[in-house]
């Protein structure tokens, strides 16, 4: 059975967090062939110095609110290249939701690309 980096609970009023180093050390490391197998696939964040990072949001109904779980996805930057991606500097609000999916994902599985929409970042990211 396999675990997943679990960032945050919240009822939906909660649409956004930020990312920092502690965070990113407790999130669950992947392999792009992983990823890549995912029925619904995490957000593409951004890039750091050592891993391209992902969040999923996942919601669901109790009673008469709503839930979501926010989970973190890693994978090592060495022998993964990434078309359309963004250096991620830590601490900026990240909002899942507006975040890109892989848009296609090399026959090797060695990398992946993201839209070539210049926005995405922007909207992903608050400044």
């Known amino acids: ?9 919240a009822q939906d009023s909660q649409d956004s967090l930020s990312i920092t180093q ?10 792009v062939r992983i990823l890549s ?3 619904v696939q ?9 891993w391209h990072l992902f969040l999923k949001k996942e919601s669901r109904q109790a009673v008469d609110k709503e839930f979501s779980s926010i989970f973190g996805y890693k994978i090592s930057i060495q022998g993964t290249s990434i ?3 963004w ?8 909002n899942p939701d507006n975040c890109p999916e892989v848009t296609h994902y090399k026959e090797d599985k060695t990398g992946f690309s993201l839209s070539a929409d210049t926005t995405l970042a922007t909207r992903c990211l608050r400044r």
Request: glycine share 8%.
């Open 37 to 39: 197998a995912y029925k």
């Open 1 to 9: 059975m396999s675990t997943q980096c679990h960032l945050v609970s």
């Open 87 to 94: 250096d991620l500097n830590l601490g900026v609000d990240i």
């Open 83 to 85: 078309e359309n991606g």
């Open 22 to 31: 502690q965070a990113i050390t407790d999130f669950r490391q992947l392999s």
């Open 42 to 50: 995490p957000h593409y964040i951004g890039s750091t110095e050592k």
